[in-house]
């Protein structure tokens, strides 16, 4: 069977045409910048990409992985901080375009779908997976099966609270999990400490406007000392934060993804060490803890795997 999966990367969208049994795309991908963020204009963007993979009409089905709270399986985004929206029927609108058989999940949850089916846990039953990008996210595979909680919001481990009444996050509340460890914060966070203090991250990355969490970590590696202990926040409550999911849902393996992981080796390491302090010891047995696989093609295999009841 083939399907098209599609997913958005902060305001990318990527299609595909999937070979579902193999788990392959076939013939390449087409990738777009969403310009018109309003939803037909999205919804138009993503017509254009699947028309791309599949001229044919090859597809059984169009899966969507998409960054936003969505509201059970009624294809009603509640609100995507990345487009700006509340409470829009996107399913609705990409349905006219792409055909009936169209489903939308939350993006992480594609992307999980994905690994556990193709990649770094395939075969595995019980895995929790851990994103750490320009935001921060989950996924669930419990007993083989992605758990998507009551009502389709279940991983949102970006928004757990780690600090009561601490920083402002995108989504609206505050102490997120995220609003300490994401790529976006990072930024955010030393952009407005660099106002006051120094840092060879500025210097590195050529300018405070041009700062981002990668300079912070290499600044961290050659000794920075703001870069340093801004690092360890991040890492302590990062790597707590997984050891107390592992606690709680005694998975046998974690996977570790996203772009500032991948990129972050200060990071890593306070989080593992602050991991290894704090979680679970009976919970470690027959545990192992992998990077992903399948990189950036994790979500749009998910999606397709996902839509073609795989
Ligand atoms: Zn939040």
Known sequence: MRAVGVDFGGTNVRAALVDVAAGQILGGDAKETVSDKSPEGVAATVERVVKAVDPKNERAGVGVGFAGMLRGWTGVVVNAPNFGWREVDFRAALRKRVGERTEIYNDLNAIAFGEATYGSARGVRDVFFCFVGTGVGAGIVADGKLYIGA?????????IKVIPNGRLCGCGMHGCLEAYVSGRNLQ??????????????????????????????????RGD????????????????????????????????????WEKSSELRRHTMHFFQESVSRPALEGFEMV?????????????AALIAGK
């Open 291 to 303: 990077e992903s696989t399948l990189g950036e093609s994790a979500g749009v295999l998910g999606a």
């Open 188 to 221: 955010a966070i030393a952009r407005e400490d660099l106002q006051k203090t120094t840092s060879l991250a500025v210097e590195l990355a050529g300018g405070l406007e041009h700062l981002h969490a990668g300079h912070l970590d290499e600044a961290a590696k």
């Open 151 to 159: 009502s389709h919001l279940a991983g949102e481990f970006g928004h």
């Open 225 to 260: 000392r703001y870069a340093s202990e801004l690092m360890e926040q991040a890492g302590s409550l990062l790597g707590v934060a997984m050891a107390n999911a592992v606690t709680t849902l005694n998975p046998s393996r974690l996977v570790m993804g996203g772009g500032v």
